[in-house]
T-cell receptor, first 115, second 116 residues
Framework: AQSVTQLGSHVSVSEGALVLLRCNYS??????LFWYVQYPNQGLQLLLK??????LVKGINGFEAEFKKSETSFHLTKPSAHMSDAAEYFCAVSGSGAGSYQLTFGKGTKLSVIP | DAGVTQSPTHLIKTRGQHVTLRCSPI?????VSWYQQVLGQGPQFIFQYYEKEERGRGNFPDRFSARQFPNYSSELNVNALLLGDSALYLCASSLGPYPSGANVLTFGAGSRLTVL
């Protein structure tokens, strides 16, 4: 079974400041990890994913995340926030094999960017 | 290419009624998954269908059912609606059945159901 905990339901940053959204996971098997973004009244868009290999993964719009197995974390960062980054962000985990049909999502973190 | 399309985008029902939501996957995708997103929460897995067979079911009551058609489109049906069924219902498609690096879920914009 898998679970995801996102620390902070709401994060506010100033435009140009560092964005850090936290995600911790629990998985009984080697995980696949994902970050999705949801803009108002829209579906989910994939930002980046970790499956195997390099633990630092880069995604779209300047976002990146680092898989840390020892800390069971997959935090999302962006060096400089832009107004267009204001949205809700979801971390998700799945198992890594047959029978792992579903994504398990965290509750989400709403990012506000202050001009 | 068209993305995942869902219909209707919004609908209002009353308690006890039945609802059918529809989803067309990306061309070439054979897997369709359904998720329920209650306001303020993350999406929760309802069903996954691959090659017209149910491959996974989440922790939802039997009032929820789904099917996948030969063209890989899908319907989600909910009977005897409750107030708690009010949510955004998301459909996602993928090439194969298992989320992975090569098999990423692509989501539609959702169908927003309000139950009064």
């Amino acid at each position: 079974a898998q679970s995801v905990t996102q620390l902070g339901s709401h994060v506010s940053v100033s435009e140009g400041a560092l964005v850090l959204l936290r995600c911790n996971y629990s998985s009984s098997v080697p995980p696949y990890l994902f970050w999705y973004v949801q803009y108002p009244n829209q579906g989910l868009q994939l930002l980046l994913k970790y499956t195997t290999g390099a633990t630092l993964v880069k995604g779209i719009n300047g976002f990146e995340a680092e898989f840390k197995k020892s800390e069971t974390s997959f935090h999302l960062t962006k060096p400089s926030a832009h107004m267009s980054d204001a949205a809700e962000y979801f971390c998700a985990v799945s198992g890594s094999g047959a029978g792992s049909y579903q994504l398990t999502f965290g509750k989400g973190t709403k990012l506000s960017v202050i001009p | 290419d068209a993305g995942v399309t869902q219909s209707p985008t919004h609908l209002i029902k009353t308690r006890g009624q039945h609802v059918t939501l529809r989803c067309s996957p990306i061309s070439g995708h054979k897997s369709v998954s359904w998720y329920q997103q209650v306001l303020g929460q993350g999406p929760q897995f309802i069903f996954q269908y691959y090659e017209k067979e149910e491959r996974g079911r989440g922790n939802f009551p039997d009032r929820f059912s789904a099917r996948q058609f030969p063209n890989y489109s899908s319907e989600l049906n909910v009977n005897a609606l409750l107030l708690g069924d009010s949510a955004l219902y998301l459909c996602a498609s993928s090439l194969g059945p298992y989320p992975s690096g090569a098999n990423v879920l692509t989501f539609g914009a959702g169908s927003r159901l309000t139950v009064l």
